[in-house]
């Protein structure tokens, strides 16, 4: 388990990277498709869509309980689809940032939790 005040800042930094997430896909949104209506249903709908779907799966009290695997998958899908699109709206260094920060992040989390859940149980 990770010490108390590495644990509280990697919490932050979740939360801080979700919401980049949903900035990002839509910011790429509004940069997508040919009208006005493309923008705005793509520019609201994507994160929206983002939001929902961690809000029930992903989210700590979230709607559905999930195995951690299906958790994992959520995330990485999340995560990687706002690292698309921040290359896709011309920001190719950003997305390799924001990608790789993501990753680490929720692999510390999820040793951390696990190691948690290990010492609540003995």
Excluded: S, Y
Aim: neutral net charge; hydrophobic residues 65%; proline residues 6%.
């Amino acid at each position: 388990m990770i010490p108390k005040p590495l644990h509280l800042v990697n919490e932050g930094l979740a939360f801080l990277l979700e919401l980049l997430a949903f900035a990002a896909l839509a910011w790429w949104g509004f940069e997508t498709g040919g009208n006005l209506l493309v923008h705005l249903l793509l520019g609201i709908g994507a994160p929206a869509a983002a939001i929902v779907l961690w809000g029930l799966i992903a989210a700590p009290k979230a709607r559905w309980q999930v195995p951690l695997p299906g958790v994992l998958l959520l995330k990485a899908a999340v995560f990687a689809g706002a690292a698309l699109c921040l290359d896709a709206v011309g920001h190719p260094a950003l997305a390799w940032v924001f990608a790789a920060v993501a990753l680490v992040n929720t692999a510390v989390a999820t040793v951390d939790r696990n190691a948690l859940m290990h010492e609540r149980r003995a």
